[in-house]
């Protein structure tokens, strides 16, 4: 009997319940595939929605706690892993795209308050079909906040939610008919797409290649290869050298011969000016080393030389081996003296065998250390997070200040501490999979909460009414997806690049997942990655916006 009254009184260990009910059956529930379409972590929130119409007793103090404390994690972990390639993203097309990306962001804004002023449609109400229509989830916990700190009223906060739940499922259908669309329209040929991505890609982008180059260049002849290494700084990271039919690790005090064959790592922009100074260039290839030398991949755990540089460190002035290659948060980095190498990072090393051994003992390689939480770093940057979210931003014509918020604040933070990587001694490495888990319960205890707090008035506010929210928020996912999607592709965009963007313009997982499946390259998750930092704060700003600009 004690174990019933859990489920028909208010009380945190019932609401707790709830949540774990509603976290298990969303699982579930987004593992589904409906045409070919899972519905992901958004099954949260409609079993959410269907515990809370059944008659769930929960708390809202709890409910309130634990929906703020998992957008926290969720938008953290994501500044996190996105950081580092942030900065990077801005640069050649990377501009571009977060320029069309802006641009879907906007029109969805104005679009909504179009709508706001047409039909006098609630300001609660427009927020959260706005956040429902471009499926974003930090924008209506930024939402809500303010409302919650401006109206002090429960009930605003929950029709907020229940526009968001009611608008959110044609925001993930929205997404890919608006790629099927283009598709169709302009009749275009996946294949061909893709094999102009990849080209591109090997090409300008930089893709690092491994090359040979024989040495020819009379200039060069007897010089050390320490000024060879010093002269090719940043064009060509040395590997290895090819003399008589032998490999050998040149050292620094080694002298170049006629006919050296130099092995190494660079890009094709650098091959022009490679020749001119050494002499023939060829492409080498992912070939296997054989014989005394080898190559390693080892991760780099060792925390006194985490942030020191490779010269620093000096391992090719101690030891035949050289690193030729670092891999960074999905980036592949030709491995300059003066780059700094961080815990975490994976190092391709190459050299003699025997030596290889001693240099992993020094590098680390330590699945201990590296699975190991480092929790404070974490804690320090949510209270940055959060302080920096509680600070006021005045914007002209709005009657309260805005506030980056506990969506704005951590991701700010996280994108800041995910690019530097360490501040002094302090470094902010999670490993891949402790990054996902928190990402993961972090969206799950925020959905979970959204959709139990929505889900008691949901089906009556349909009826009554809500129906004409789904139009609204069909206007809002739908008219600015194609008015940029046909821009970009005016404009000679990449089609599975442009599918990349619209999915992370509404930063969406599953319409992500959705062009991924088209074609079996990065076009589409690099592109989402690009725009989703900036997006993502935009959302969260505008959300705030749309609620202060109608107080």
């Given at each position: ?476 996912t739908a008219l600015p997806l194609l008015i940029i999607g046909f821009t970009a592709r005016f404009l000679k965009f990449n089609y599975l690049s442009i599918c990349g963007l619209l999915a992370g313009a509404m930063t969406d997982p599953p319409a992500l997942e959705y062009a991924n499946s088209i074609s079996p390259i990065q076009a589409q998750s690099t592109a989402y990655a690009t725009v989703y930092p900036l997006v993502m704060f935009m959302r969260v700003l505008l959300a705030q916006v749309l609620v202060l600009l109608f107080l």
């Amino acid at each position: 009997m004690e174990l019933l009254k859990l489920f028909s009184h208010t009380g945190t260990a019932s609401t707790l319940i709830f949540l774990s009910l509603t976290g298990i059956a969303g699982v579930l529930l987004g593992k589904i595939r409906f045409f070919n379409i899972k519905l992901g972590i958004a099954g949260v929130l409609f079993a959410g929605l269907l515990v809370g119409h059944l008659g769930a007793e929960t708390d809202h103090n709890v409910l309130h706690f634990v929906k703020e404390f998992g957008l926290i994690l969720f938008v953290y972990s994501i500044g996190l892993e996105v950081g580092p390639r942030f900065i990077p993203s801005l640069k050649s097309n990377g501009l571009k795209l977060n320029l069309m990306a802006m641009g879907i962001v906007v029109l969805g804004f104005l679009v909504a308050v179009t709508i706001k002023l047409l039909f006098n449609v609630p300001t609660p109400v427009i927020t959260g079909i706005m956040s429902g229509a471009v499926t974003n989830t930090p924008g209506l916990g930024a939402a809500q906040q303010v409302i919650t700190e401006q109206f002090a009223n429960p009930e605003l906060t929950e029709l907020t939610g229940m526009g968001y739940a009611v608008a959110y499922p044609f925001g993930i259908i929205g997404i890919i008919l608006t790629m099927l669309l283009l598709r169709f329209f302009f009749k275009v040929n996946v294949k061909s797409e893709a094999k102009e991505y990849t080209s591109k890609l090997s090409g300008i982008s930089g893709k690092l290649q491994a090359i040979n180059l024989k040495v020819t260049n009379q200039a060069l002849y007897n010089k050390a290869y320490a000024l060879l290494r010093e002269t090719l700084e940043g064009e060509f990271v040395l590997s290895r050298v090819l003399r008589n039919n032998e490999f050998f690790v040149p050292e620094e005090k080694d002298t170049i011969c006629e006919g050296d064959i130099i092995y190494g790592v660079s890009n094709k922009k650098h091959y022009n000016a490679l020749e001119l100074k050494v002499g023939a260039l060829n492409k080498t290839g992912e070939t296997e080393i054989t014989g005394r030398m080898g190559m390693r991949h080892v991760v780099f755990t060792n925390k006194k030389l985490a942030g020191k540089t490779i010269k620093q460190i000096g391992i090719s002035r101690r030891y035949p081996v050289n690193i030729t290659r670092i891999f960074r948060a999905g980036n592949e980095i030709m491995a300059h003296e003066n780059d700094a190498i961080e815990f975490g990072d994976t190092i391709r090393i190459v050299g003699d065998r025997k030596a290889l051994k001693e240099v992993v003992e020094l590098l680390g390689n330590s699945m201990k250390e590296l699975s190991h939480p480092n929790i404070i770093p974490i804690l320090l940057g949510i209270l940055g997070g959060v302080l920096i979210g509680s600070i006021p931003i005045n914007i002209p014509g709005l009657p309260a200040p805005a506030k980056l918020g506990l969506a704005g604040g951590p991701l700010v933070v996280a994108l800041f501490l995910g690019h530097k990587g360490r501040i002094g001694k302090l470094d902010f490495y999670m490993t891949p999979g402790a990054n996902l888990f928190i990402r993961e319960l972090g969206i799950i205890m925020f959905l979970a909460c959204v959709g139990l707090g929505a889900g008691k008035n949901f089906v009556e506010t349909i009826v009554n009414g809500g129906y004409m929210w789904m139009v609204y928020g069909v206007a809002i996912t739908a008219l600015p997806l194609l008015i940029i999607g046909f821009t970009a592709r005016f404009l000679k965009f990449n089609y599975l690049s442009i599918c990349g963007l619209l999915a992370g313009a509404m930063t969406d997982p599953p319409a992500l997942e959705y062009a991924n499946s088209i074609s079996p390259i990065q076009a589409q998750s690099t592109a989402y990655a690009t725009v989703y930092p900036l997006v993502m704060f935009m959302r969260v700003l505008l959300a705030q916006v749309l609620v202060l600009l109608f107080l």
